[in-house]
């Protein structure tokens, strides 16, 4: 995977797991989708909202862009 099939989304991290992040990108939670681990680089946050990083596939299956 080359850094242009990365792309980066500033939003609300709701919950988090061992495996999981539940994310939305415009805070609110019913919009939320839940996103693995495996797949995202979560930057600092501050009170839940950060940067994360993921690949465009993912971003685009979970309708996030």
Request: net charge negative.
């Amino acid at each position: 995977m080359t850094r242009s099939d990365i792309i980066d989304l500033r939003g609300q991290i709701h919950t988090r797991t061992d495996r999981a992040i539940l994310f939305s990108d415009d805070g609110d939670k019913e919009s939320a989708v839940w996103l693995p681990l495996a797949h995202v680089e979560v930057g600092q946050l501050h009170r839940g909202v950060g940067e994360i990083s993921l690949p465009e596939w993912l971003a685009v299956d979970r309708g996030l862009v």
